[in-house]
């Protein structure tokens, strides 16, 4: 199994002492091991998710792309569009671009009233002075609790911390057409485009809230992330429809623990860089409530005999926060 399989996960790559935040492999398109700084005045911003991007203008007259993360990242860490202000003059360091030199992801952003801005999580003051970007619920549960009902019910909005977001727990085996496939990927090359909602198990990867809803006959799977809506049904229907990228799912409960099994998953790949996913892909989701009700492990076993030679296993957990909600996406607009 060769070991540049990796998997770009959405919004948050996890590698980096700064947990930076992006729906594409870093690697791909950043200088993670090295850092510039700029410093110039602020001609446009665009407040989009899935990056926001600040254009600076330096003392040569250049135009550098100083590049975020989503605006749901920044806006529960207390930055809002308005922190940044057109025509004021800032400081920017952070990782370079690989294929273009005046491209930055940034960590920490200078204003010109000596405001340091800590732009992505677990950012830590540069310049020394006056900082604003708290990332501490991304990092810390803080004190839960359920709702006064008392009520334990997986129907509810769950929050996954930083560290235990979903993802792959361990590296995929391969069989002979993974390998051969996988020469489709590349460190430089991004698979998935930056507003395209990816296909199964790769949709769940996120590290924004998801929501499930009971609406009777079927389970609707809302994530904030690409605005992504899933259907589990708790029947199976007549006809299984057309394979699609988000799949056919069926749930079930086993006492404390939701079952979803997917098949007919016609998507090209399971991450950024691979490996690629053939359509026998099949998906075992489990979420099981803890106890206390605050709590829910997710687990997942994927298997795909044409790809992987072993199953492949992913997974996270997530935790009831009474004032999580989920915020609006809309991918490529302005976000309000």
Known sequence: MPKNVQLS?????LALPIGAAAHHSFAAHFQMEAFVEVEGRVSSVQWVNPHIRIFVEDASGATWEVEAGPVNLLSRMGIERDTITIGETIRARGNPGRRD???LWVSNILLAD??????APGAEPYWGLNAIGDATAFFEAGE?????????SIFRIWSPLIQQFPRPR???ELTAAGEAAQARYGIDSQAVPDCEVPGMPFAMMSPYPIEFVDRGDHILIRGEAYDLERVARLEPLANAPEPSPQGYSLARFDGDTLIIETTGIDYHSYGDLGPAQSERSHVVERFTLAANGLELDYEITVTDPVMLAAPWLWGGSFIYRETAELKPWQCGNVVD
């Open 9 to 13: 996960v959405a919004c948050f790559a």
């Open 101 to 103: 030199s005046q491209v």
């Open 114 to 119: 000596n405001t340091e801005i800590l732009a």
């Open 144 to 152: 839960l609790a359920l709702p006064e009902s008392g009520e334990r």
């Open 170 to 172: 361990g590296d995929p």
